[in-house]
């Protein structure tokens, strides 16, 4: 058996993302089939204790705090960048340009400016590249895909209704973050997370033609952070407020091109629900319902079952036959959250390896940064907004 | 004991909605204390033969096939409307000229001049008036509002979300019948089903600032019905296909004079959802979920709980200390979808003897109209529109 | 067309299950095609104060506090027994010999002998005889009757679980009641509650073969009634403890004569399950799952699924193709607890009428009782005991 | 910082759980703060191309084919039990002798004889024991844990209703595997889910008293699996049938020391159950439900609640002050089966570093099999059985 090539990854940020990636990164070849070793050779991050302590906790030996170095090491072969918004489009522009592979964390950019010279840069360059919309690999998301392929929805979709819905800001008191923030995050909830559900409807629908929104802020003014106070050496005491400026909700009706009917919403103040994207399709043979909070689990009402036992049926996605999770347990084992990213860096590095092309693509990045922007613009002008054609 | 005074009642319509009026007016008495005896006197239906089965399966004495004939009756207190929403506006405005206490199914009116003129006549004739939204006299739905104004979601609404889906015309083979034509129905989905939904958010959240909205009708042909053709003596084998001129189905985004976003919809292609609302509201101290397919449970989360357990508690609606149960049964024993017209007529009767206001009024339904009235301008305008003040 | 005969039922009880009855006795006629006029003509109970109420309330006119004047009148053709347990045996049988049809109360007697003399006079007297075990004519437990006996659970059934929960008594300061007192009530849960699930698993599975069971009485002691105390002159100030003479909770483990096993359970010591009866069927092609606190659902897993689309299929039971649901309301919109004893009396009605047999029988009642001694006899013996055969 | 000692494992077993385990010692490092390195560093396995790629696979440079190595292997600290269970006694005794700390699968041992020699065993060796009943660490069963400790249920259980339900041998043509086979499993569903159901009681109710059973062997002859048809060069065309002599399924009734009264089971013939674990406990205070197909929730129901509002919260376990979960993800991103894994094994590796207890012991583990035995005398005997104290 001949050795396989070794794939080296810089992994750029060390957070929520940042853990969540190393995760899948240390994880996949225990589960998956891949063509090629791994190896998370460096993690980079701006403040060293920081990224350090990250380097050891998630096993890796190198860790650097300019991310140029990580692009220019010619051992690199993929970059993967999960830092915050406003560095992606930098930071994968200068990496296409050293000919890495891309996985980049979403909203792809802050602007679909930013993500036309991404594209434009990848495109150049002609490395793999990937926006990581991890839900689409949500095997239960996954199978609703081979659903609706098969036509088991039937030949027209009337309805498309989703809702990211988190409770994380709800209180006054919690303090601003970078993502509350419009120079460093784009957005607020849009990007965040709405960006998920415009990715999902592409996904599972089609483009989109047209869509109306409203945004809220609904709180204004949040106090400091405790870490930030003591970074600038104000102490706790005196942690000054500052103004939240993207938004907290959105909620939007749309209409995509094959004449289904949009309604969505994001929102980060909706107290119980802690991570909700729910959704439900409706076509003209049956329907599709799914809840992230029952990650494992499809519901699938069909009209072409017999007439008296008609009902959504509560699919647990745990079956070899289902997307993915032959790699894993036995039926009824759970995955988790991270599951997903393991999927989505699966699927990958077999693009790396063989050299074609993965979706979500940056192509999709933009394209969903065309929706959002049409949103923003829905929001000021109060009217419907055509989305603008790939 | 003196005797009770009797209110003599005269039922327009025999169909669906006389049947569920119809078993209200006979069951009530038996359930809920009031201080006056009912009885059900007349039945009224255009067509002789319909109506005498009617008026034999409902348990009248007397039916008629002129209207002008209840409300005219001197014996008759009060004249209950069911009929198709073409005669609504007529019927009404005649009933209070006569001084009958009126009930009227929704929605009140095709149109807010209409509910306007219905909304002069009864207050020039100081005559009680009721719409029959009947679905605010869910138990559920009435904890719901008691739980708002007792303050548990806190002082503030961030959304109201609510969507009320069906599936009954689904097939484009099911035939014209008088709902899905605009000259009697008025509209759609929208009059029919979402003004349940407008009802509800007025009741749980507040009057409406503007709406943004699109409309769709998925099947634009439909066949006449068997019983339409054989009336045409055209026989069952020539249906003729006939145009539909309603909305399908209507989606929403708007907001409330308070602050509160809203996301609306109502459809009638919806697969597997046979009668559902589902409702969530969230606010800054709890959020609150229903879903009348679970008719008899109310769903709260508080941030007020200990933090630990927090979740959202499955409440079952079917405790004596629960809105309008003492009166069926023990804890855990469900009522139906009938109860609901019971409960409606329960409160209606004890504004008639009182001669007191009772909700929603025929302002109420005016206002509503108002509110469908902005969503179908905004369907044409593709713009957000005010909603008109009350 | 010819007059329909009148039937004529004398109603003995007024309490819960007479407010049931007299519920359904009105209803019947306005929903179901029956070939006779049903008169509730008469109404009986010890207390003359609460059953002249009752009979107002009811709306009946007639009213009576001797039983023997309800089987000996003439006039009535239904005896219908709704009193506590110790009397069903001793009214039954003087019904029956006055030739009346007899619909009774569950459990149909307090021992074997008592259920075999009940069943030994409806034979003699020729009798058309029922025992009201309402559940069984709960639509879903009905289509899942039908579901089963269409095979689409196999030839086999490898299980059948079942509880029946209630809390009604968990604070030890609920007073004692009838049905707390083993003279009136001959046992606790076991005969009130367990009785349905012995019913059940005799409809749905077939007939029990052996059986073994533990049995419990949480608090044994409990205060007296404040009305118990008032009638005694005593005052509410010296509220006597009583004696709890009956099981609270009963566990049972069994087999059935095809084999299938049984784990079943019974008590009134589940805080939060108000009214709960869960059935699990399972059988070589799929699975049934029930749960009365969501009555109008039934879940159904079939083998025969497609297998990457198996799962328990929720059916919402409101099609006019489910068993009664077809005399109510369109789909979606459900029936409550007191439907089943409308249906229940539909079908005791039209055997009236038609002189043919209807079940569940009195026969089916004794061979609950057998179930219900041999459980009685395991519980002193601690080991498997037989159900004697029919 | 003084380097951290460093723990090496041998891990025997190399299927399902080898699997699992493999990953957790693999991933505890990353996500939680232990004061040890770990080194999984040889996996041993009979067969010796499965072991190899199994090696490759879970990433271990070292296999053997002789357990004997692993457990005199002076570098090893940790022996990792992951064999059927016919081997279990043998190696853990010697892994003890040679001074190992041992983590062992359950169930512990085929019977109460066995279990007491490891016992002693260990006792004798003064080494750390556990035995690896995962299901403890759910952090949703962890929580229920924690809310009875702190007295929320009440200082009363009434109820403890469990049962563990599978259904992957329905098909009567699924083969014989190892965990059908008596000799080698010691019994069927009884040692290998319904243990988990007996360790489930004892953590969160306490100690059995008595208990009473029936078990079944549904499907008595299965075909030999193609893999052991071709080891027996017999070719897949001939596949003799063999006998079953484990039972499919058992079902108990039984008491607590404490009053509580069970009502367990476990079945391999549940079609749509995949792994299901239901739990319910009723106590004075209030309720607790649990399933496994759901493991990150927690349902509770709280007498203490406002009575309007009293109903089963559903917790979603995925908060920082949950149990375990600080070390994953935010909230509402939820964990994997593998992770109770993950969780047990830093227990036991914070165990193995301070020389403490750690529960599930050896000790808990022969307990548990006194209980399982008691069951399996009671279905010979018909009778209940009383299991013997600790």
Known sequence: MPTKRTLNIGLIGYNFMGKAHS????????????????????????????????????????????????????????????????????????????????????PLARSVD??????????????????????????????????IERGQLGDRIFHFRAR???DWIVDPEFPIVWRLQS??????????????IVDLGRYLVG???????????????????????????????????????VDDAVTVIGRFKNGAIASLEATRFAPGRKNSITLEIN???????????????LKLFSRHDRKPEQGFRDIIVTEPIHPFIRN????????????TFTHTIADFVKAVVARTKVQPSFEDGLQTQRVLEAIKKSVRTKRMENVPAR
């Open 207 to 245: 483009e989109f033609k047209e869509v109306g929104a409203a945004m809220e802020t609904f709180v204004r003014r949040r106090p400091q952070s405790r870490d930030a106070a003591l970074r600038r050496q104000d102490g706790a005491a005196r942690r000054p407020y500052q103004r939240v400026d």
């Open 114 to 147: 930013e993500a036309k010279r991404m594209v434009r840069a990848v495109k150049k360059a002609r490395v793999v590249n990937m926006v990581c919309h991890n839900y689409r690999r949500v095997p239960a998301i996954a199978l609703a895909k081979q659903i």
């Open 23 to 106: 995760n899948a990164w240390r994880q996949v070849s225990h589960f998956f089939d891949l063509s090629a070793e791994l190896e998370l050779k460096t993690i980079c991050g701006r403040t060293r204790g920081a990224v350090k302590e990250a380097a050891t906790k998630f096993g890796l030996k190198e860790f650097v705090t300019d991310w140029h170095r990580v692009i220019t090491d010619p051992q690199i072969d993929i970059v993967d960048i999960c830092t915050p918004n406003d560095s992606h489009c930098e930071i994968a522009i200068a990496a296409a340009r050293e000919g890495k592979a891309i996985l980049c964390e979403k």
């Open 183 to 196: 120079e460093r995050a784009g957005s607020g909830a849009l990007g965040d997370i709405f960006s998920h």
């Open 328 to 339: 894993w347990w036995p039926p009824g084992h759970i995955i988790g959250y991270e599951h």
């Open 164 to 166: 990211y819905a988190q």
């Open 283 to 297: 076509g003209n043979d049956g329907s599709l319902f799914f809840d992230l909070e029952e990650m494992n689990r």
